[in-house]
């Protein structure tokens, strides 16, 4: 028998114990960790956001709004340039990007150009021109503001946007929040450890700039409005409701820049506050100029362009500091402290999709988590001993090794593990022990053909091992898509099935095979011994290609039943496809009444309401529906239903999908399942032929079609977390049908006049104990899954519980069969199928 080598099998444990070291620190609290030799690695696992609990938000900019400031600042600079210089002009006015202005007097019509044109010049020496400048013959300027300046502006706000978002959610009581831009105009703002996102949505609400005007009292705002208002001078309102009218001059008598260190003390009365700052050198010295030249003024105190306050400058302090009085609750004038003390934002922000879980409810499905795991990895160690005895106890070892590679890949790439990915992770017990059974099963097959013991053991891994790399990239494929494709909490599950894939390899052929062969050789066998019991699958010799019509058209009708199904009925699309928001609400004493939640939403008028009680009966899960005015509807639905509800009901988890990212997700989706489709065509067409191609996509398209009509049957929700369902499903379905394909293609090589209908038989029958057992070893898995594994991953469970299933059986009376017709052999050969097939026994081939 062959041994390994002495530095083969040192670099197997050595990667083992490296594993083992790298997993370690996820045993031990931060504290224990810090006292720990500095030699010893110290990274842990990061969990994230849905395991932690925190908020997931995507903020955009909207270009509109970038270009109505870019339009507003260019008519101000035309209007301040043109005025300063004592040309008369008329008709400025800006519409889209373009502003235009008459000149009055045509001799001034060069000098007015020469005035303007700094205007074109961009900043940071960009080769293009910002705006361009044209004459027209009646004294007509026309300035146009190019797209390129608008990308650029757009550019830039959403760069100074990344530290003044962060500075926020630190206001707002996050830790170490991770703000990434993604796109042309969004923002991703993580903030682990936040429950409640309500006050930093709050300070996102406003861009916080802070503007100080004289109060223009040579007519009242209410003559201005009723006349015309005086040049240089504008009507603005206060927060107030109803709002005053205030008549201010343009020109601001003080930069906010000239400010720092906001800070609040409290008003005489509860609902009265001092809103305290600091002075830079220049700031103070402008600010006592302004007070002593304009005693007995009012200043326009501006937040946003509405007026905040306007005290009179006389009673204002001078010096390094002053305070202005707010009529603002302390709660209030907190906020407003902590926007401007991270200063104003460079353009509106509107919320376009966010995700909220509360830490207790991370809590909860990480336990549940473990538990699932915890009896999944029992119930599949033991079958795998029940099968096979000593072999099935080397395939548990094995199986607890994977998991630690996995948690130690996880760990060194920093890569966070999310709900999905610790599903993914009780996933990989079911599947990681399948490369076992293929290995397994080889090796009594090799027994069977004759060989000794020792060689069937070489042998069986050597020819199992092609046969478990291509089923294994056909799940990668699955995983690299998802990666790409996916939200981070998918990306999370595409990570650790990939680690786990990989890991798998590692632990089946180089970890078992040493220890295979050492219990061989210390035992001192020649055969199997008698607790290997997966021989009740020998000798069989079912007639699968005998039945195909049968199957053909019974797949067929149900398939025809599926597809009308999903055009009829519908699925229950979630809110990534259809927008809205989900919040699964727990109630502060006593059991959550989903009639009377119902019932005190409906008054709101927000559209269809769905409410249901979970298996938890103090908890109940609310659906709203699209609100249809954009995404900022969608965050107020949202606080409708929290000053509703907020007294009664803790928000554990809360979902706001809006409309533009609704339509984006369902886009992706569909590529995603369409590029993985295409793939595996590619991949299994090189590896095999083109006939095997297409048959295993027919197989597939069979399983995403039957899986999407269970959820038309079971009304289970289809959202993010469904496609990838579908896309594993589509990966572990030719992960069995590769093991198929693989023994077709070896039978074809070695019997190359066997009639193929006998060939597909034999083939299918000589590997119908691997099929039937990594299934079962997969089912066990995903049952416990379902069973244990909470609220939140339950569906995602049972749909692979359904879709594995389906899989199993497509790769027998599907993807095989189908080959018929595609002739794989001469024709001539074939002629005699039905003779054969019908008339006589099965064939079978002994290999």
Known sequence: MRQFSLWKT????????????????????????????????????????????????????????????????????????????????????????????????????????????????????????????????????????????????????????????????????????????????????????????????????????????????????????????????????????????????????LHASDLGDFAIEPGPTPDTSFLTFNFNLDGSRRFTDLVEKNAGRTLAILLDDQVLTAPELSKLPVGDSSRIPLNYSPDESEDLAAMLRSGPLPAALTIVEERTIDPGLS??????????????????????????????????????????????????????????????????????????????????????????LDQAISAGYSRAFMTVVDASITMLVAAAILFYLGSDAIRGFAVTLAAGIITTAFTAFLFTRPLVEAWVRRRRLRHLPKSVHTDVF?????????????????????????????????????????????????????????????????????????????????????????????????????????????????????????????????????????????????????????????GAIIATLHDVILTLGFFVVTGIEFNLTSIAALLVIVGYSLNDTVVVYDRMRENLKRYTRMPLPILIDASINQTLSRTILTAATTLLALLALTLFGGEVIRPFALVMLFGVAVGTFSSIYIAAPVLILFRLRPKSYDDEDENETAGGTPGKATV
């Open 538 to 694: 020998d000798g069989t010799a079912v007639r699968f290609i005998g039945i195909r019509r049968y199957t053909f058209t019974a797949l067929a009708a149900l398939s025809l039943v599926c597809m009308l199904g999903v055009a009829t009925a519908g699925m229950h699309l979630g809110v990534d496809f259809t927008g809205g928001s989900l919040i699964e609400a727990r109630s502060k004493d006593g059991t959550a009444d989903a009639d009377d939640i119902r019932s005190r939403l409906s008054e709101l008028n927000l559209g269809d309401v769905e409410v249901k009680r979970l298996r938890d009966p103090a908890s109940a899960m609310i659906r709203l529906q699209s609100q249809g005015g954009g995404d900022n509807a969608e965050q107020s639905a949202i606080s409708l239903v929290r000053s509703e509800l907020q007294d009664e009901y803790d928000f554990r988890r809360l979902e706001v999908v809006g409309p533009a990212v609704s339509g984006e997700l369902a886009r992706t989706a569909t590529l995603g399942v369409l590029a993985s489709l295409l793939a595996i065509l590619i991949y299994i067409w090189i590896r095999f032929e083109w006939q095997f191609a297409i």
């Open 10 to 253: 040192l670099l197997i444990w050595f990667a083992i114990v490296a594993a083992a070291l790298a997993a370690a620190p996820n045993l031990f609290s931060p504290n224990t960790l810090a006292s720990l030799p500095q030699w010893l690695p110290h990274k842990a696992l990061t969990p994230g956001l849905d395991l932690r609990g925190g908020a997931y938000l995507v903020v955009k900019i909207d270009r509109a709004d970038i270009v109505q400031s870019r339009l507003e600042s260019t008519v101000a600079s035309v209007r301040t340039r043109l005025r300063d210089a004592n040309i008369r002009y008329t008709g400025l006015a800006g519409n889209a990007q373009t502003v235009q202005v008459r000149i009055t007097d045509a001799a001034q019509i060069d000098r007015a150009l020469s005035l303007l044109a700094p205007l074109a010049v961009p900043a940071g020496g960009v080769p293009d021109a910002d705006i361009a400048i044209t004459k027209a013959n009646d004294g007509q300027i026309n300035l146009q503001i190019s797209d390129k300046a608008i990308d650029r502006t757009l550019a830039s706000a959403l760069e100074r946007s990344v530290a003044i978002v962060a500075h926020r959610a630190i206001e707002a009581g996050g830790i170490d929040p991770i703000i990434t831009p993604a796109g042309r105009d969004r923002l991703v703002v993580q903030i682990p450890g936040l429950g409640d996102p309500q006050r930093f949505k709050d300070l996102l609400s406003q861009p916080g700039k802070l503007t100080f005007r004289l109060v223009d009292s040579s007519v009242s705002a209410q003559d201005a409005m009723a006349g015309s208002v005086p040049p240089g001078s504008e009507i603005v309102y206060s927060q107030d409701d109803p709002p005053i009218a205030y008549l201010v001059e343009r020109a601001e008598v």
């Open 363 to 452: 809590g909860d499905a990480i336990h549940a988590g473990l538990i699932a795991g915890i009896i999944g990895a029992v119930l599949v160690a033991g079958l795998m001993i029940g099968l096979y005895g000593m072999l099935g106890v080397i395939a548990s070892v094995a199986l607890l090794v994977n998991l630690l590679m996995i948690v130690a890949v996880l760990t060194v790439f920093g890569a966070p593990l999310t709900l999905p990915g610790l599903a993914g992770m009780v996933l990989m017990i079911g599947i990681a022990v399948d490369a076992c059974v293929l290995i397994y099963e080889r090796i009594r097959e090799e027994l069977k053909a004759g060989l000794h």
